[in-house]
């Protein structure tokens, strides 16, 4: 994963191995460079083991004998773990030393989930069966047979959708409380739901680039996915510590493939999202950027350090009259923050604020993209606080958490 995950390799050496031993014991050390204090921040540990005789299924982590919530992830499907990741809170210089306890067939525990993720069918007798995943050709029109159009996802603190069509448009959906919702509103907020404090989609893409939706470039414009042979979705997991999905698009451009996973941690708004193709990319081809919301919009424009925001207010429902009037315009901000050396060139129109990507060495190029409803309960109330908080959010993405692994010790077979 990229810099805003703490990647630790976990080897098991072979002559430590033996199918009688359950548990190994590991003390992670983790501390943290920056000269502020961070909350909430992920520590990944990469679950290697080539030897497979001792296959992590499940894992207790404790910080001063007080266990402290975790998740281990599959995420290329294949039935064998390969991430574990927590949340740690550590102040400005400070270490914080965890112990981490894996078990090779005990199932790992159930914990406050802080993230959710799903993707529903919408069936005729609307029992929104749930799907862990779905794939089509590319000229099949199912996006109305998806109940909220495509794969949702959440955090406490923010949540989206992603079109299942040649737009995959990432949409936005802004709450007043940090707390998990789309369960109960399927994104489709009730007037009712919206009394009682739940939120709502917060904003109107229209032919516009939304919040970091990933787009087709052709050199002038920038272009939905329309020549795909096939394309699917994908729930990774759904927490409780973070949500991960995935977007895939088969033979395009004369037999392209791409998978691009977005990554949601509890407690963050923003997404991490990772584009991986079958080969390097020798041109200009995709492009992201953020919105230009409402008729009177403000941005933040600063292409050398791949910075790019937006602010303003606009019906976040304009299919109909009836819709406007239930959901009143919403004012919203929209980042993405796109690494320097993934941008070819930046380009402003009077829809989008886009950076160009291309060129590039290796066939996997990641971003980031997030965004803030003023409607949220201690949240970003103007322009100027929104555009303020960048370069921290920048900083932060670039200085993880630093995280040392020592003292791995098999205990003995129960």
Same mark, same amino acid.
Do not use: K, R
């Given at each position: 994963m990229k810099k805003v995950l703490i990647l630790a390799i976990l080897l098991f050496p072979a002559s430590l191995l033996t199918f009688a031993q359950q548990t190994r014991v590991v003390t992670a050390i983790v501390s943290n460079p920056m000269r502020v204090d961070r909350e909430d921040e992920p520590v990944v540990v990469k679950l290697k083991n080539k030897d497979r005789r001792f296959i992590a299924r499940s894992a207790v982590v404790t910080l001063n004998d007080v266990e402290v919530p975790s998740q281990i992830d599959d995420l290329d499907g294949d039935g064998l773990p390969d991430e574990l990741v927590f949340l740690s809170s550590v102040d400005k210089g400070a270490s914080l030393e965890y112990t981490i306890?894996?078990?090779?067939?005990? %199932?790992?525990k159930n914990y406050v989930a802080r993230s959710y993720a799903d993707l529903l069918l919408d069936d005729k007798r609307q029992r929104y069966p749930h799907l862990t995943a779905i794939e089509a050709p590319g000229k099949s029109d199912i996006y109305s047979d998806l109940y909220h159009h495509g794969v949702a996802f959440e955090s406490d603190v923010s949540a989206y959708r992603i079109y299942f069509d040649k737009r995959q448009n990432i949409d936005i959906y802004g709450k007043r409380i940090k707390r998990l919702e789309l369960a109960d509103t399927h994104f489709y907020t009730t007037p009712q739901q919206l009394e009682e404090g739940y939120g709502?989609? *917060? !904003?109107?893409?229209g032919n516009a680039i939304g919040c970091g939706t990933l787009k087709l470039w052709d050199g002038e414009r920038p272009n939905d996915w329309n020549e795909v042979t096939t394309r699917g979705q994908r729930i990774v997991t759904t927490g409780p510590i973070r949500s991960i999905v995935e977007v895939t698009d088969f033979g395009f451009n004369n037999g392209m493939n791409a998978t691009t996973r977005y990554m949601l941690y509890a407690g963050h708004r923003e997404v991490l999202i990772e584009t991986t193709l079958n080969q390097p990319l020798p041109s200009a081809m995709f492009c992201t950027g953020v919105q230009k919301v409402g008729t009177d919009p403000y941005t933040l424009i600063n292409p050398k350090e791949g910075l790019c925001a937006s602010w303003g207010m606009d019906f976040p429902e304009q299919s109909s009259q009836q819709m406007m009037m239930t959901y009143p315009p919403e004012?919203?901000? !929209?980042? *993405?923050? *796109? %690494?320097k050396e993934y941008v070819m060139g930046f380009r402003e129109t009077s829809l989008n604020c886009l950076f160009i990507i291309g060129k590039l060495k290796k066939p996997t190029f990641h971003y980031y993209a997030m965004f803030c409803a003023r409607k949220e309960v201690g949240g970003f109330q103007s322009k100027d606080d929104w555009f303020s908080c960048l370069k921290d959010w920048k900083k932060n993405l670039e200085h993880p958490l630093k995280v040392k692994m020592k003292n791995f010790t098999p205990s003995p077979s129960k």
């Open positions: 306890t894996f078990s090779d067939t005990e %199932p790992q709502n989609d *917060v !904003l109107w893409a004012t919203v901000g !929209l980042a *993405v923050y *796109v %690494p």
